[in-house]
Nanobody, 114 residues
């Protein structure tokens, strides 16, 4: 399984970014997908999850601002991030869970700063 993230960058507070993760290597439709983030020395934290049947859950810190979605025809999972705050600055990672095995992408940097 391979996961490749894209879409990170530098954005001002209040701005938006859309992250995308392309999945390959096996049947995407059976994978539960998620976005996580890690800032420097902090522990990696869960941002948003979307199950194989499309049920989404969010961390309290991003509810109402971030939206996770998946396209099983394109093997992608996206994270739309609106009203970004400086505390959203982190490396964002895509994760796929297949049964009990987790696969991670290489990460994409998001920096929110004026």
């Amino acid at each position: 399984v391979q996961l490749v993230e894209s879409g990170g960058g530098l954005v001002q507070p209040g701005g938006s970014l859309r992250l995308s993760c392309v999945f390959s290597g096996t049947d995407f439709s059976i994978a539960d997908m998620g976005w996580y983030r890690q800032d420097s020395w902090k522990q990696r934290e869960q941002v948003a999850l979307i199950s194989r049947i499309g049920l989404a859950t969010y961390a309290d810190s991003v509810k109402g601002r971030f939206t996770i979605s998946r396209d099983n025809a394109k093997n992608t999972v996206d994270l739309q991030m609106n009203n970004l705050k400086p505390e959203d600055t982190a490396v964002y990672y895509c994760k796929a869970r297949l049964v009990v095995i987790d696969y991670w992408g290489q990460g994409t940097q998001v920096t929110v700063s004026s």
